[in-house]
């Protein structure tokens, strides 16, 4: 039986008023799930700390850990354009970009440059 | 205004001299416990910790206290602090591969998840730190991105070092584009190819 790849998406109002510690859990909640998580936004790098000793903790048989990577836009050189992103980044804070985080025995590698995200799978 | 001075002086000739707590940071297999080799042995004749190619060498915290680092006329006491490589995940199969047993394999990586969250929880213990890459790998992961990121965070001085510059396949320069806001300083630990260099930027940033 084929098995396909499930991406579950989390739209930033479904975790941004949560705290750190509960926004992990549901995040690792899903991926132990054997789901992609697609997070609408970026965790603090607190968050993503925490998240890594978290996910440590949890290691077992079964869960061999995450990939990770977050994506927000190349680094822009032209003065207008710095002023574009560094606006939109204080207007919407941590909403801004895009994280995507995988069961590592789902996710082998995710491979990023500023603009694009290459995700490998081991299936 | 001189009485400043005066009392400076005074603690310099008699007070107690600060001890820098000196992190290695970076992720698995980037050098970090070859380059705190490399210091501690420039300037105490010993070593600090075993290298292995098998990934998570390092599982505890190692420390080298009091290591007298000196450039020129400077000089400074430093605590080197090296830490376990910082992973997302750890697959005991992997050190299979790498010729151990099921049973140690097993108990690597049961040490390396702990090892991980050590790491991690030292970030509040330590002066600056050097976050060590591997120059010859993709600079431009989250794990590194994670590591500065929190070091940032907690206004912690830093200093990447792009190590193993010795190899054909390093790329300096992606390092240098991936942190533009920080110093870069290509060394090789194995080889000590740029370390007078190296010790430069160091005082540069603990200065």
Redesign the interface.
Known sequence: MKKGLTLQFVPYNEIGKLDSNSKIKKILKVVKDNKIVLLEGKL???E??ML??R???Q?DRNF???????IEGK?EKDFIAVLKKNLARALLGDKFGLTIIGP?SIVKE?????NKIELFTNK | MALKGFFNLLLSLFGKRKTIKLGFYGPVNAGKTSLANRISKDFTGEELGVVSKIPHETREIQIKEKVKIKKGNKQMDFNLIDTPGIATKIDYTDFIRHGLSQKESKERAKEATQGVIEAIKWLENVDCVLVVLDAAENPYNQVNITIIGNLAARKIPVLIVANKMDLKKSKIRSIESTFPQYNVVPVSALTGKNMELFYDELFRLVK
């Not at chain 1, 995710?110 to 500023?114: M, S, T, V």
């Open positions: 603090k790098s607190e993503e700390a890594i000793q996910t440590m903790e290691i061999k850990g995450i990939e990770i990577a977050t680094d590592a995710i491979k990023k440059d500023p």
